[in-house]
């Protein structure tokens, strides 16, 4: 519920339309995620919806990883950045179901994530494939196939640390989940 | 309306048993025996904080008496904790620890598997999304048991050992309760009557692999995690884990 809504009308409430819409989605593209920040929200696929409600614009995201600690962050700046492009009040909600997956990924964002390093998630999320673990991934670096793991778990949840055994280089890995 | 139902206690059930068993890994913290590894206990002990909240806001919902996430986390005395008593115990070396962590994650991955069916929309949704990353972390645990049950003399011994010291608390892992059975009837969860023997079916297959000996059934014994009975052990890890919030209550920054 907006601040003012339960006796006073809400005074910032208006009425949107597409424009506004578009102009939101526009908005998101250029808000950057804070532990990779050359792919934006639209990119990682976690912007589930956009739309207009009791006079307001609302979005719903979804975290990636139950714990990760941008979530919230990340929340404040699509809050942030749409009201600096003029919207009042915007409302950001969460949303669990479906779950995040790197399918979502855009294509992109794929190819910002191998701009800056790290190596995009590699197949699909079916659970026989994060099971068994078997990836074949590619070294952002170079492009060889000769990789090998080095640890699960990277700098942060979301990725894994690998090493190219041709050009030597270490790099991380965007699970696939 | 107040909800301190069954329900409710199955879900502090998993919260809890979440947040407990992730208080134990930050204790690795600048400890482990590689960075590596301490990267890894982190990130797993960090997805299941952020599990252990999303059972929280739903519990706290349901209980309705101003309570949220944080209260039931640091405001809450012993007794009112439902954990497994396994995930209190204290780390010892690191085969105990990866020993706790491959038998909770094995706990974890088949109930979760089960609730992702749930009825009850939320427990699903919380389930359908804590089932991904429990996958890695089982991944993970299954293969230093193997690889230090299939390791050195001495690195075999200590799995040995880890299992003798922490097999008789997975009692509570493959017993059958009548609140879940209820729940289960009553249509909110569904039934969980395949977990122990699948709990059972991982163990047996992980250390078939890591040449470790499988114990005889664990028996039932005086303190229940249910019922708040805990080991000594957890009284401990609660005065430290909640010491900031009882001194300063709402403290933030
Ligand atoms: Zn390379």
Same mark, same amino acid.
């Given at each position: 519920?907006?601040?003012?809504?339960?006796?006073? &009308?809400?005074?910032?409430? !208006?009425?949107?339309?597409?424009?506004?819409?578009?102009?939101?989605?526009?908005?998101?593209?250029?808000?950057?995620?804070?532990?990779?920040?050359?792919?934006?929200?639209?990119?990682?696929?976690?912007?589930?919806?956009?739309?207009?409600?009791?006079?307001?614009?609302?979005?719903?995201?979804?975290?990636?990883?139950?714990?990760?600690?941008? &979530?919230?962050?990340?929340? &404040?700046?699509?809050?942030?950045?749409?009201?600096?492009?003029?919207?009042?009040?915007?409302?950001?909600?969460? !949303?669990?179901?479906?779950?995040?997956? &790197?399918?979502?990924?855009?294509?992109?964002? !794929?190819?910002?994530?191998?701009?800056?390093?790290?190596?995009?998630?590699?197949?699909?999320?079916?659970?026989?494939?994060?099971?068994?673990?078997?990836?074949?991934?590619? /070294?952002?670096?170079?492009?060889?196939?000769?990789?090998?793991?080095?640890?699960?778990?990277?700098?942060?949840?979301?990725?894994?640390?690998?090493? /190219?055994?041709? /050009?030597?280089?270490?790099?991380?890995?965007?699970? /696939?989940? | =309306?107040?909800?301190?139902?069954?329900?409710?206690?199955? *879900? *502090?059930?998993?919260?809890?048993?979440?947040?407990?068993?992730?208080?134990?890994?930050?204790?690795?913290?600048?400890?482990?025996?590689?960075?590596?590894? +301490? =990267?890894?206990?982190?990130?797993?002990?960090?997805?299941?904080?952020?599990?252990?909240?999303?059972?929280?806001?739903?519990?706290?919902?349901?209980?309705?008496?101003?309570?949220?996430?944080? %209260?039931?986390?640091?405001?809450?005395? +012993?007794?009112?904790?439902?954990?497994?008593?396994?995930?209190?115990?204290?780390?010892?070396?690191?085969?105990?620890?990866?020993?706790?962590?491959?038998?909770?994650? %094995?706990?974890?991955?088949?109930?979760?598997?089960?609730?992702?069916?749930?009825?009850?929309?939320?427990?699903?949704?919380?389930? %359908?999304? @804590?089932?991904?990353?429990?996958?890695?972390?089982?991944?993970?645990?299954?293969?230093?048991?193997?690889?230090?049950?299939?390791?050195?003399?001495?690195?075999?011994?200590?799995?040995?050992?880890?299992?003798?010291?922490?097999?008789?608390?997975?009692?509570?892992?493959?017993?059958?309760?009548?609140?879940?059975?209820?729940?289960?009837?009553?249509? @909110?969860?569904?039934?969980?009557?395949?977990? #122990?023997?699948?709990?059972?079916?991982?163990?047996?297959?992980?250390?078939?692999?890591?040449?470790?000996?499988? #114990?005889?059934? #664990? @028996?039932?014994?005086?303190?229940?995690?249910?019922?708040?009975?805990? @080991?000594?052990?957890?009284?401990? *890890?609660?005065?430290?884990?909640?010491?900031?919030?009882?001194?300063? #209550?709402?403290?933030?920054?």
């Amino acid at each position: 519920m907006q601040a003012g809504e339960l006796i006073t &009308t809400d005074q910032q409430g !208006r009425s949107g339309n597409e424009a506004d819409i578009q102009l939101a989605y526009d908005v998101l593209e250029e808000v950057m995620d804070p532990e990779v920040p050359v792919v934006s929200v639209m990119d990682l696929g976690i912007v589930r919806d956009v739309s207009w409600a009791n006079g307001h614009l609302n979005v719903v995201v979804t975290p990636t990883y139950s714990g990760c600690p941008a &979530t919230e962050y990340i929340e &404040t700046s699509i809050r942030d950045a749409l009201h600096e492009a003029g919207f009042s009040h915007p409302k950001v909600l969460q !949303r669990l179901d479906p779950a995040w997956t &790197t399918d979502w990924i855009t294509e992109q964002g !794929r190819n910002r994530l191998k701009a800056y390093g790290i190596a995009p998630p590699v197949g699909s999320s079916n659970k026989r494939s994060l099971l068994s673990g078997v990836t074949q991934v590619e /070294c952002p670096n170079c492009g060889s196939d000769d990789t090998e793991q080095l640890s699960e778990f990277g700098s942060t949840a979301c990725k894994s640390l690998y090493r /190219c055994k041709s /050009c030597l280089e270490p790099f991380d890995y965007f699970k /696939c989940i | =309306m107040t909800k301190y139902d069954e329900l409710t206690e199955f *879900l *502090l059930r998993l919260g809890d048993s979440s947040l407990i068993h992730a208080q134990r890994l930050c204790e690795w913290t600048g400890r482990a025996p590689a960075l590596e590894e +301490e =990267m890894g206990m982190m990130n797993v002990g960090l997805d299941l904080v952020g599990q252990a909240r999303n059972w929280y806001e739903y519990a706290a919902e349901r209980i309705n008496d101003g309570t949220d996430a944080d %209260a039931l986390a640091f405001r809450r005395d +012993e007794r009112a904790f439902r954990n497994l008593l396994l995930v209190e115990q204290p780390n010892g070396d690191f085969a105990v620890t990866m020993t706790k962590q491959f038998f909770f994650d %094995a706990w974890q991955f088949h109930l979760l598997t089960l609730l992702k069916d749930a009825k009850d929309e939320r427990i699903a949704a919380i389930a %359908a999304k @804590s089932l991904k990353e429990v996958t890695y972390h089982l991944r993970r645990s299954s293969q230093w048991v193997e690889r230090l049950g299939d390791g050195t003399e001495e690195s075999h011994q200590r799995m040995e050992k880890a299992i003798d010291v922490l097999w008789r608390f997975t009692f509570e892992l493959v017993e059958k309760s009548d609140t879940e059975l209820a729940l289960s009837e009553s249509g @909110s969860i569904p039934a969980l009557t395949e977990l #122990p023997e699948q709990w059972r079916a991982t163990v047996n297959e992980v250390f078939a692999k890591a040449t470790l000996t499988v #114990p005889d059934a #664990p @028996s039932t014994f005086y303190l229940s995690a249910r019922t708040g009975m805990h @080991s000594e052990h957890l009284g401990i *890890l609660l005065a430290e884990m909640q010491f900031l919030q009882r001194a300063y #209550p709402d403290a933030s920054w």
